[in-house]
């Protein structure tokens, strides 16, 4: 799920990325573009229901490929992502529109 939040420039977007997690896995980390696809940069803290939550604020004006990593090596989509892009693994990204 991802929730948008516009400054009132409109030239930042504070988004919040939740991963609802039916895997159960123990950790989850957001990679993608905004962090060149780091496996360290943004983890995601784990809430009490067991989905993960991490926000960002972001540039608007374009968009970003990104995907959730699972235990250290599960990469997953966002089901409600903007969109989705191929990548050079012959798997899709999610994508963020902003």
Known sequence: MLKKSYSK?????????????EEKAETAVLAGEFNDWSLRETPMKKLKDGSFSATL???????????????GGVWVNDV?????????FGEANSVLVL
Do not use: I, Q, W
């Open 9 to 21: 420039t409109g030239t930042v977007c504070r988004v919040t990325f939740k991963y609802e997690n």
């Open 57 to 71: 604020s972001l540039p608007a004006g374009r968009s970003y490929c990104f995907r959730y990593v699972l235990d």
């Open 80 to 88: 409600e992502a903007d969109g989705y892009a191929p990548n050079a």
